[in-house]
């Protein structure tokens, strides 16, 4: 027989609540008592109630293979509890599967239109207390985009804290708990114990208190790089720099530059460039010889900053303010209210602290940057890179050690568009004749000191522009962003020229694009309801598509026209796209000299439109990417996340023999060199590991072989 009674689809009982429903202390679903209702739906009470290690009473309900298996709990009496002094809930859970399984939790208000949610993963394992907010939280409102893993060791309890709750309620009038598994694929069974309510928010501060130590590594937890003392930060530097001393100079069958001398028909200019043979593209070097750049970005010592103001209890161990660390503080603001990124970011001005740094200086003292510059590119020629990426120290590329980039931050006051996914901020307008002088600029300043340098790669304009938007009409965000803007906007007006060019009369435009339009006047005002492409209106998607043509070209010539003018020797590796259009990246293939593609996936192909690419005959750059665990400290996994520092060398090996097999692409660039900080970069509170190091500037052994083999493996002379 067995152990299971017969399920019914709704079964309604009693519970014990230890005080009346208008301000209850607990209530126990281990008993089947009276005063407060409990609902199961899809959800079967198993057996009698049992008592964990601790003696706590529990009862075991088996969620089965439905939509949505639910506990509802309601109070007896048909009211409402009071929770207006209360600031978490709390639940005695434990998962009895051998797996981890999601807990959906949801509050409800007396007139169900508002409630809070929370999905959470309860590991398998001893009993532990969940804990809800009794309000909206995220991760980003304590200033980072990922939370401290749970559970967490809590005062000698294992305590689940939900770190996001979405939605609200009113803590005057609470109708309903629900306790929810979706979709389940067979049988799961949790113990419940008892459900209570408590003034303060004592949890959430214990989550989040002490979480970083005085080297700006995660406290609670352990893992083979990790520093205890200043001695071991010394001596794990000391071990690597003998192993480094050993690393030969230069590869055997490379030039100066990298590249390779077996590659033959290839033209010596004395500069980088690119160039089609034998059947595949290739980066050239100077010297004349092919050349795949392997690279890094955010090569810096300054990438270890997060903000301390309003947040101390979370840092252990703080050196003080003055003296030799008073160069490892600092005072900013963050706050980019235009960009999607910023938004809901908390703790996000005020005094920081350098991590990274302030250890450079623990290991060498007052010439801490030169050691750490010369270390750094000692690292990458022994680990197999070849290029210094993006956003790097320039002292890197002066050495002439390895080929760099520069990038052309472009910026200005000049007019912008939203595309609908304004991620880093709305799109820069190229019609604005201020977005000229801006680009003259940043051009002239990006090439000033690097023009006759033949160590440089090329130039790298802006990063992840907004070229689309969202959804399933996405694509054509720009088209629609534009319309709707302001009526002043340059792009608009050049917008309605070139729809005036070719309909002549609003009539005719009125009549392919299925609107009303009186004259040109009802055209050019703003927050203009423009059509969304549609089948009946095919004039729509063709207008929209040469718009999105004529924009990117006048973008892309521009920048392309002042690369020239300042530079005409060096490469434009295009702009980054993360978002793109097919229009935008054509426009990029006439005027840049390398299209190149931020990439978040599991192979390059599977990020970007290779089969375009190849199309367009032009070569292709990866000039972001990355793989994340979640194991050696930041709570973050990356874009692309893997379980395992392991699987992170094995997905990286993976990757570039993938994009070097691939006869258009020139190269890869990882991001980044450093870890981000446990409690969030400045910029947007990203926090990681997704680095080659750590926090502590210590090397993670296995990642960097695996990183070192590969290499070799794509670059080397067969």
């Known amino acids: 027989m067995t152990r299971y009674a017969l399920i019914w689809p709704l079964c309604v009982f009693s519970l014990t609540a230890c005080h009346a429903a208008g301000a209850p202390a607990a209530i126990d679903l281990s008993s089947t008592s009276s005063a407060a209702q409990i609902t199961l739906a899809q959800v079967q009470r198993v057996g009698a109630a049992e008592h964990a290690s601790d003696g706590m009473a529990q009862q075991r309900y088996a969620f089965q293979p439905a939509a949505q298996p639910q506990i509802t709990i309601t109070p007896a009496d048909g009211k409402t509890w009071n929770w207006t002094s209360k600031g978490e809930l709390r639940l005695r859970v434990q ?49 980072m985009q990922a939370p401290p893993p749970m559970p967490f060791a809590n005062h000698g309890q294992l305590t689940l804290l939900a770190t996001t709750v979405q939605g609200a309620i009113d803590l005057h009038r609470v109708g309903a708990i629900r306790l929810g598994m979706p979709a389940p694929a067979a049988a799961q069974t949790l113990l419940f ?33 990790k520093i205890s003392d200043d001695a071991a930060l010394r001596a794990a530097h000391a071990a690597e720099q003998s192993a ?18 077996d590659v033959q028909n290839l033209t010596r200019t004395g500069w980088f460039h690119a160039q089609k043979a034998n059947g595949r593209w290739q980066l050239v070097t100077p010297d004349g010889h092919a050349f795949f750049s392997l690279g890094v970005n955010a090569v810096v010592a300054d990438g270890g900053r997060s903000y301390l103001e309003g947040r101390e209890f979370m840092f252990n161990d703080l050196p003080p303010a003055s003296g030799e660390w008073a160069r490892f503080y600092g005072n900013g603001d963050s706050r980019q209210p235009d960009q999607g990124a910023s938004q809901g970011i908390g703790y996000n001005h005020g005094r920081w602290f350098d991590f990274y740094a302030a250890n450079l200086y623990r290991v060498d003292g007052a010439k801490w940057m030169d050691a750490w510059r010369a270390r750094t590119l000692d690292r990458l020629h022994a680990w197999g890179f070849n290029t210094v990426g993006n956003w790097s120290d ?73 070229w689309a938007g969202v959804g399933p009409q996405g694509h054509w965000g720009l088209a629609i962003g534009t319309l709707s803007g302001d009526a002043k906007s340059p792009a608009k007006q050049a917008f309605i020229a070139m729809l005036r060019k070719k309909y002549v009369e609003p009539e005719t435009l009125a009549s392919a694009w299925g609107i009303a339009l009186g004259s040109w006047d009802a055209l050019n005002v703003t927050s203009f309801a423009a059509p969304a492409p549609n089948e009946p209106h095919p004039a729509i998607a063709a207008d929209y598509s040469a718009w999105l043509r004529l924009y990117a070209d006048t973008y892309f010539r521009t920048v392309a026209q002042a690369i020239h003018r300042h530079d005409p020797h ?49 070569p292709a750059l990866i000039s972001e990417f990355h793989f994340g665990s979640d194991d050696r400290g930041p709570f973050g996994k990356g874009v692309v996340s893997v379980y395992t520092e392991q699987q992170r060398g094995e997905a990286y090996a993976k990757f570039v023999t993938a994009a070097a097999s691939n006869t258009n692409i020139v190269g890869a660039h990882w991001f980044e060199y450093v870890d981000q900080p446990v409690t969030g970069r400045l910029l947007d509170g990203e926090n990681s590991h997704i680095g080659l190091v750590g926090i502590t500037d210590i090397p993670f052994g296995g990642f960097v072989e695996a990183v070192r083999a590969a290499n070799r493996q794509v670059s080397s002379p067969r």
């Open 95 to 143: 998962n009895a599967m051998p797996w981890a399984v999601t807990l959906t939790v949801d509050i409800d208000s007396a007139a169900g239109t508002q409630h809070l949610h929370a999905a959470v993963g309860l590991p398998a394992g001893p009993a532990q207390t969940l804990v809800l907010p009794l309000h909206a939280e995220l991760p980003r409102g304590e200033g």
């Open 244 to 261: 480094l001393a050993k690393s030969p100079a230069q590869a055997a069958g490379m030039d100066n530059y990298g590249g390779r001398l």
């Open 193 to 225: 114990g008892r459900i209570d309510t408590v003034a303060g928010e004592a949890t959430l501060h214990d989550a989040y208190a002490g979480i970083v130590d005085r080297y700006g590594q995660f406290t609670r937890g352990r893992w083979p790089e």
């Open 570 to 618: 060096h490469l434009f590796l295009g702009g980054r796209f993360a978002v793109n259009t097919p229009e935008a990246v054509a426009s990029c293939a006439q005027y840049c000299d390398v299209v190149s593609f931020n990439v978040y996936a599991d192979l390059p192909q599977h990020g970007f439109d290779a089969a375009a690419i190849h199309q367009l005959d032009k």
């Open 394 to 466: 320039a002292s890197l590329g002066r050495s002439h050690r390895l080929p760099y980039t520069r990038p052309i931050n472009i910026a200005g006051n000049y007019a912008n568009v939203s595309a609908g996914y304004d991620y880093w901020g709305r799109m820069p307008d190229p019609f604005d004749p201020r977005f000229v002088q801006a680009t003259e600029q940043a051009v002239a300043n990006a090439s000033r000191d690097v023009h006759d340098d033949p160590w440089l790669l090329g130039y790298f304009a802006d990063n992840e522009l907004a």
